[in-house]
């Protein structure tokens, strides 16, 4: 989800005023929960597969996914448009993403993985105030608090399990949380915001490959056996499934619905990881854990909560 702004600034501005149909809340639920999973797919599938040919094999996966569904959609992709340069830059960022995440989930838990992950957002307020000169409201400074409060507190947990391998690797699904996020800005500034979402994607899965192929050569990875018949349907998983569609219907419902109401929803995605964690991975929980995890959703959903006071902008999409 690293180019979640790529097709709102395309699209036709979107009244915030109103309220998701239904339908938009049900498909929402699904990509949520469908997010929410990811973690814990990766994490059962790495005793057969390790985490960088994980990765790779999952962009491998999805781009032909991506390129037939564009296809289909009648999508242009080899054509002169200025999103190369910023395309290229942004793939680089997708790669080393996935890198630190698949690396990270070596050392910690699905489920806080899935917290750390969803603080992509906080990024995304700081670099636009710093970058896009967006303006944060009161409310929205408070939710940086609150997000950043919860980060603190999480990694803070005292918990039997957590040493300082399970911090490095919080620390480095953070990393990737930010890149995600830088990704999402280099979507917002640049040409890229032009492009279908398929491309835009291409651009990331297509560049991700090679980088992800070296990580796993220089880390000296190797599948040892056969993966299991879970672990495959886990991969397929990924590269169809979260990569390959999930991504597509989320942009196609951005250029429909508000993008602030739908990002709203994806705070939920955690708390689905944290609780999928628990049931399949038994993952530890304890209350303060699951404090640490409403204060950060809590805050980031306050960040991207819409202004009242500010009118919105007409030149600017919803």
């Known amino acids: 989800m690293s180019t ?10 979107v009244s915030v ?26 994490k059962l599938a790495l005793p057969d597969v390790p985490p960088m040919l994980q990765a790779m ?3 491998a996966g999805a781009l032909p996914v991506m390129i037939i569904v564009g296809w289909l959609r009648g999508v242009k992709f080899v054509v002169r448009d200025g999103t190369l ?6 793939g680089l960022m997708f790669g080393v993403e996935f890198v630190l995440i698949f690396s990270g989930l070596v050392f910690t838990s699905a489920s806080r993985a899935a917290v750390f992950l969803y603080t992509a957002p906080f990024f995304v307020a700081l ?43 919080d620390l480095m699904v953070v990393g990737g949380g930010a890149l995600w996020a830088a990704t999402t800005l280099v979507a917002k500034g640049t040409n890229l915001r032009k492009a279908a979402p398929e491309k835009a994607l291409g651009y990331q899965v297509a560049v991700s ?10 880390f000296g990875e190797r599948i040892t056996h056969m993966p299991s018949a879970l672990s495959i ?38 708390l689905f990881g944290v609780v999928a964690a628990y049931f399949i991975m038994h ?7 699951g404090a640490a995890a409403l204060l950060v959703i809590v805050g980031l959903y306050l960040v991207n909560k819409p202004d009242p006071k500010v009118t919105p902008d007409p030149n600017v999409p919803a």
Not at 17 to 42: D, E, K, T, Y
Not at 141 to 167: M, N, R, T, Y
Not at 209 to 218: D, M, R
Not at 283 to 289: G, N, Q, R, S, Y
């Open 127 to 169: 670099g636009s105030h710093q970058f896009l000169g967006e303006r944060l409201s009161a409310m929205q400074w408070s939710g940086l608090a609150l997000s950043f409060a919860g980060v603190a507190l999480a990694i803070g947990v005292p918990q039997p399990d957590v040493d300082a391998k399970v911090l490095l690797g």
């Open 233 to 270: 349907s886990l991969l397929a998983y990924q590269a169809v499934w979260v990569v390959g569609c999930t991504f597509v219907i989320w942009f196609a419902m951005v250029k429909s619905y508000s993008a602030s109401r739908l990002s709203a929803f994806t705070f939920i995605t955690p």
């Open 283 to 289: 993952d530890t929980l304890t209350p303060v854990f």
């Open 85 to 90: 340069g910023p395309g290229l830059v942004a």
């Open 17 to 42: 005023g109103h309220g998701l149909p239904p339908r938009a809340i049900a498909l929402m639920l699904m990509l949520c929960l469908s997010w929410g999973f990811n973690q814990i797919a990766v």
């Open 57 to 59: 094999i999952r962009s």
């Open 4 to 13: 979640q702004a790529i097709s709102t600034n395309s699209a036709p501005p």
């Open 209 to 218: 490959i090679p980088i992800l192929g070296l990580a796993s050569w220089l």
